[in-house]
């Protein structure tokens, strides 16, 4: 599969970054497929490492592709991380897919650190992966092709502890690139499973836009899955209509089938050894 420039719609002809007369340039290797992607890569200091974990959107890269079970929480917590065991809305996800989805290769729409591309690739799909934040791209990429065997993690304010990466490196298959998700830089009908990691919590107004594009980029009877916390940076309005409705019948908007959905999956991000974040996530799949 061929990554498509979004304003001509035709193959890009290089992805590497040379005497400045090529528009769509790398970072660290990593093509960046976007409208403007000088703008972007502006918004990575020169003078800091890169990829900084500050930068990525998460505490640490690891501890999301880790199940509660193994977070080893204190006390009548850590009791009940394991009762969960290995259900995340990630597992939920990916539980869709393996029942819903046709064969063919996945899409990650915003993969953060790739916890939801390990799950797509280890089902033996080809599988891409993007996200419009380079840092979060590059440890995505660096924890699970092998190019990055120790990160630091926070263990309480202030500390920090090296950790080995605990996955094998992942040789072919899988590909990464920093693009936008209102244009996803690849042709419609290209793929069997498309996910989108986060939805009416942090899109706003652009959801329905990347829900189109994400949309069109399946084939006939391909699979969409996405999860949602529902929350809203501003106040709701007086009888709105709960995010929940609103999620379905944006679903239906663009064409798609609901054909599952599991509501208050616990969603547990770990903030230090003894901090955690829990949320609880709308999964749905919607079938093209």
């Not at 592709?65 to 193994?70: D, F, G, I, K, T």
């Not at 007086?238 to 019948?249: C, D, G, S």
Request: proline residues 9%; glycine residues 8%.
């Amino acid at each position: 599969m061929e990554y498509i420039d979004p304003r001509t719609r035709l193959p890009f002809q290089s992805f590497q970054a040379g005497d400045g007369n090529v528009p769509y340039p790398t970072v660290d290797g990593i093509p960046v497929l976007t409208l403007e992607p000088r703008a972007l890569l502006a918004r990575i200091p020169r003078n800091s490492p890169f990829p900084d974990i500050k930068r990525s959107g998460v505490p640490d890269p690891i501890t999301p592709h880790l199940a509660a079970s193994m977070l080893g929480a204190p006390n009548g917590l850590g009791a009940w991380f394991k009762e969960l065991g290995d259900l995340t809305p990630e597992a939920v996800a990916a539980g869709f897919a393996a029942r819903h989805a046709p064969q063919g290769p996945a899409l990650d729409v915003l993969c953060g650190v790739g916890a939801m591309t390990r799950r797509m690739i280890a089902t033996g799909r080809e599988t891409w992966a993007f996200d419009n934040n380079p840092d979060a791209v590059a440890f995505a990429r660096g924890i699970l092709c092998g190019t990055l065997t120790q990160v630091l993690i926070p263990t309480h304010q202030g500390g920090l502890r090296r950790v080995r990466v605990p996955f094998r490196p992942i040789t072919q298959g899988l590909n990464f690139c920093i693009a936008e998700p209102t244009t996803p830089p690849f042709p419609s009908n290209s793929f069997a499973w498309v996910h989108i990691n986060t939805g009416l919590d942090t899109m706003g107004d652009s959801f329905a836009d990347v829900l189109v594009a994400s949309a069109d980029l399946l084939v006939p009877g391909g699979t969409l899955t996405l999860s949602t916390t529902h929350s809203y940076h501003s106040a709701q309005e007086e009888n709105a209509i709960p995010a929940e409705e609103e999620l379905l019948e944006a679903v239906s908007a663009v064409g798609l089938k609901l054909i599952d959905q599991k509501e208050r999956v616990p969603s547990i991000r770990r903030d230090f050894d003894r901090s955690f974040h829990i949320s609880l996530v709308h999964c749905v799949a919607a079938r093209k």
